[in-house]
């Protein structure tokens, strides 16, 4: 499986800020995803980063507030924009195959806390 | 779309004695089943899979079965030791979700030492 990395692994922010969070892979992959994991809850997918193309975007979720970069097939950013209290997440990103039939590998995830 | 239902939430269990979680979905068209280990202050780990080709996997005390009819498919771990002490979740694909997996919503396992 793929080695995968973010940074940073934790944060705390101010309210109206933004943060950007970066997903590094040391294999090249075909798919790209990222996740919000709020307290206690299960994974909710917020996009599919694709390389060189916009990101596509879940119900519930829009660009303006979580603009996504796919530059090449092993690296990847998702930033928050303009956060609230309610961002407080752990946002995780994940790997996958066109021909994995579904597997994917997520990263370690980044804990994120807005004041 | 998918709906993936994860059964019980809580699960305690002696060290040493059987554990098993059993995840629903509804899309028959749904062919491969992840179980994911997460523990605290870390991402989820893929800890053994399942395609709808197959009725069941196992992987040293990790096992996996799978009923197609029912669309429902369960995890199993025996001997359970401290370490197993986290929370799983289950998830199903479908070609229909292209490439997007459904998550249930976890499952927190105690191991009592």
């Known amino acids: 499986s793929a080695v995968i990395s973010q940074k940073p692994s934790r944060d705390i922010c101010q309210r109206g800020t933004s943060l950007t969070i970066q997903c590094q892979v040391d294999?090249?992959?075909?798919?790209m995803f990222w996740y919000r994991q709020q307290p206690g809850q299960s994974l909710t997918l917020i996009a599919t980063a694709n390389q060189g193309s916009e990101a596509t975007y879940e119900s519930g979720f829009v660009i303006d507030k979580f603009p996504i970069s796919r530059p090449n097939l092993t690296f990847s950013t998702l930033t928050v924009s303009n956060m609230s209290p309610e961002d407080s997440s752990i946002y995780l990103c994940s790997v996958g195959g066109t021909g994995t039939g579904g597997t994917q590998y997520f990263g370690p995830g980044t804990r994120l806390l807005v004041l | 779309g998918e709906n993936v239902e994860q059964h019980p939430s809580t699960l305690s269990v002696q060290e040493g004695d059987s554990a098993v979680i059993k995840c629903t979905y509804s899309?028959?068209?749904?062919?491969?089943f992840p179980w994911y280990k997460q523990e605290l202050g870390k991402g989820p780990q893929l800890i053994i899979d399942?395609?709808?080709?197959?009725g069941e996997k196992k992987d040293q005390r990790i096992a996996v079965t799978l009923n197609k009819t029912a669309k429902h498919f369960s995890l199993h771990i025996t001997e359970t030791q401290p370490e197993d002490s986290a929370v799983y979740f289950c998830?199903?694909?479908?070609?229909?979700?292209?490439?997007?997996?459904?998550f249930g919503k976890g499952n927190q396992v105690v191991v009592i030492p």
């Open positions: 998830a199903a694909h479908s070609p229909r979700r292209n490439n997007r997996l459904a």
């Open positions: 399942i395609r709808s080709n197959v």
């Open positions: 294999s090249q992959v075909t798919m």
């Open positions: 899309d028959s068209a749904s062919n491969y």
